[in-house]
């Protein structure tokens, strides 16, 4: 079953298009990662998914729902955390976590719950008290994408959430979204290579707004001739030819 599909969609702002009718298909329960170099359209496209930018034409149904004509069924489905660190830095842990639940209208009992199960889910405990601002860049995404998740959302959308992390934090991030596949459809952009390789199910390649090729990335290596998907990403990037989409063996743009 498809959590998301796009449908010619497309992007412009004067004179430059960030994304070109794109066709997409993800399916329900995957997590999908957006490659690209900036300016690529990863970031627009996530934008016009999840109802924070509108379309210049075209289309994508989330869930069922289409992203321009039936916005507030999106948004009841879906989760993001941005690029930009959702959290308030003057609040503690707790107390952006509680902000989150009572715009959802949670009752003090199902708050109360929710951040309990959180703080286990995201190993929070020991920071609920701090002020966010003082936490380090790791916690900070930590805690933004818990905020996302309190909306119990189905698909949840993370725009680099490692960016400007070190190692060590980038890995224990990425223990915490690996506890996430399957449970819900995550839709990823990053910029880091071994990221997208090491947590997607597949992997789609973006270049100047249209999507070159998608597939695992074992078979987005084997499309490039080569056993390293650094290397893979490069040569596909670079290459002026459009490649196949590996799942659906469609030409083109897919």
């Not at 999840?50 to 289309?59: A, F, K, M």
Request: contains cysteine.
């Amino acid at each position: 079953m498809q959590a998301i599909k796009t449908l010619e969609l497309e992007k412009q702002y004067k004179n430059l298009t960030a994304v070109d009718k794109l066709r997409l298909e993800i399916e329900k329960g995957e997590l999908f990662s957006l490659l690209g170099v900036n300016g690529a359209g990863k970031t627009t496209t996530i934008k016009m998914l999840s109802c924070l930018t509108r379309p210049t034409s075209g289309d994508a149904l989330v869930g069922g729902y289409s992203i321009t004509k039936e916005t507030e069924q999106v948004k009841q489905l879906i989760g993001v955390s941005p690029q930009e660190t959702a959290v308030a830095p003057n609040l503690s842990v707790k107390e952006n976590l509680e902000l989150i639940c009572g715009i959802y209208g949670f009752s003090k009992e199902k708050t109360k719950a929710k951040i309990a199960e959180l703080s286990r889910q995201f190993s929070l405990d020991t920071v609920l008290q701090r002020k966010a601002g003082k936490l380090s860049g790791g916690w900070q995404r930590r805690v933004s994408i818990a905020m996302a998740l309190i909306g119990e959302p189905e698909i949840l959308f993370l725009d680099e959430p490692t960016l400007g992390l070190d190692v060590i934090a980038r890995h224990d991030l990425w223990d915490v979204i690996r506890s996430l596949k399957g449970k819900i459809t995550i839709i990823l952009t990053t910029h880091y290579m071994e990221e997208a390789e090491a947590l997607s199910d597949r992997i789609g390649i973006m270049k100047s707004g249209s999507l070159l090729a998608v597939g695992t990335a074992k078979e987005l290596k084997e499309k490039a001739g080569t056993e390293d998907f650094e290397t893979a990403f490069v040569t596909i990037v670079t290459d002026q030819k459009i490649v196949t989409d590996t799942k659906n063996g469609k030409e083109g743009l897919v």
